[in-house]
């Protein structure tokens, strides 16, 4: 797990990264804290597309060939599980918390 | 069940010495052959799958150029054929021009093309673009034809996924299905093509569809049931009773056999002149004796 929630006398990286690497995210589950973003790099050498779960998804990136990025800033607290359109076994989750 | 109403299916590659591979009934039979056969008469078409238009990585530079290799394969090859038929993933990234291309360098076989969505075509706008190309006007990429004697059925497996899945066709769809082979006669000889695999080839790779088997339900009274499928890069087959599942080989880059690597590729540390060998196009003619159908592999060198 990747904890990039802010502590005292430190500031917490932003964006948080997550490399996407052999059809995997990086990390699994990253908590972070509310307005951070999060930025996802593709460094696979095959296209893929960041969805949030959900009918109505909160993010949704284009496709992302190897070396593309896509970021979202998470303004409110939640878990927002997300996966890829083109492989959906590749399955990630990020945990807002609210801020300190 | 007589003879006639089991399914046939041979394929060939060529990396070497050439095999030829006969599935009757479900037992396999092989043997090696010198040079391609003589195309009998009857019914034919042409299969490629995964052109990737747009991907410009090792260890293919130029999908064009592959594409265009492999047209020239068709070319040489075509005899008789009826159609050609593309089972998805044409572009890579669902760019416009990405899908002008690759239209633009299918069009001097002069065949009529049918297609299917890869996922890989439905990036953008819900894969508007690619229907407008490439579905004759269906709007969801299923629909199906009439050619030669052969009830043609393409799906599109490669929208309707959820989270942690394989390939999925989705109620909507298999709902269409029923309607469309209602009323058909059992001895029609049919072919589906979908992009990805419609049996789980290898599911912690998501090479499967997950309600495949429904649709199978709904074919499973047919003499004559031929799959053809792309989405692995690499040529993989097998028969269950009536219903003959084959895979295709990428017209741009080869992928893992399952489970051989960390993930599912593309493999990309090839001798320089190699990769022609592992790209290639299928033929699949109808034989002579009603109801069943070859598939023939060739590799691009």
Redesign the interface.
């Known amino acids: 797990m990747l904890a990039a929630l802010a502590l005292p006398g430190l500031a917490p990286p932003d964006p948080v990264p997550i490399r996407i690497q052999?059809?995997?995210f990086g990390g699994g589950r990253v908590e972070i804290a509310a307005g951070q973003r999060v930025l996802w790099t593709n460094d696979?050498?095959?296209?893929h597309?960041i969805v949030a779960?959900g009918a109505a998804p909160a993010f949704q990136s284009?496709?992302l060939?190897?070396d593309d990025s896509f970021a979202f800033t998470f303004a409110q607290p939640g878990t927002y599980?997300?996966?890829c359109?083109?492989?959906?076994?590749m399955?990630g989750m990020v945990v807002v918390r609210a801020e300190p | 069940m007589s003879d006639t109403r089991r399914q046939v299916l041979e394929c060939m590659a060529w990396g070497g010495a050439a095999v030829l591979w006969t599935v009757a009934g479900g037992v396999p039979r092989s043997r090696l052959i010198g040079q391609a056969e003589a195309a009998p008469a009857g019914f034919s078409f042409i299969q490629i799958s995964d052109s990737h238009i747009g991907f410009a990585?090792?260890p293919n530079t130029d999908t064009p150029a592959t594409l265009r290799a492999a047209m020239a394969l068709v070319a040489a090859r075509k005899g008789q054929a009826g159609l050609l038929v593309h089972t998805g993933d044409v572009s890579?990234?669902?760019k416009p021009a990405q899908f002008d291309t690759a239209a633009e360098l299918m069009r001097p076989a002069g065949l009529e093309l049918h297609a299917v969505p890869g996922?890989?075509d439905v990036?953008?706008n819900g894969g508007a673009e690619f229907f407008a190309r490439f579905t004759k006007g269906a709007g969801r990429g299923y629909y199906s034809f009439d050619q030669g004697g052969v009830h043609f059925v393409a799906l599109n497996n490669v929208q309707d996924?959820?989270?942690?899945?394989?390939g999925r066709l989705g109620a909507a769809q298999l709902a269409w299905l029923k309607d469309d082979l209602a009323g058909r006669g059992a001895s029609t000889p049919i072919v589906v093509l979908a992009h990805v695999p419609l049996w789980t080839v290898y599911a912690?790779?998501?090479w499967g569809t997950d309600d495949a088997e429904a649709a199978l339900m709904l074919l499973r009274r047919f003499g004559s049931v031929t799959m053809l499928n792309g989405h692995i890069h690499q040529v993989m087959q097998k028969v269950e009773g009536n219903l003959a599942f084959h895979t295709a080989r990428s017209t741009a880059f080869p992928q893992p056999a399952p489970g051989t690597a960390?993930?599912?590729?593309?493999i990309?540390d090839f001798p320089p002149g190699k990769l022609g060998e592992v790209l290639g196009i299928a033929t699949v003619r109808e034989l002579r004796r009603p109801g069943m159908l070859a598939v023939t592999d060739v590799a691009l060198s």
């Open positions: 052999n059809y995997m696979d050498p095959i296209v597309k779960d284009p496709g060939d190897q599980r997300y996966h359109t083109l492989h959906p076994k399955q | 990585k090792p890579h990234l669902s996922e890989h990036l953008e996924l959820r989270p942690g899945g394989m912690p790779w998501g960390a993930s599912p590729g593309p990309r």
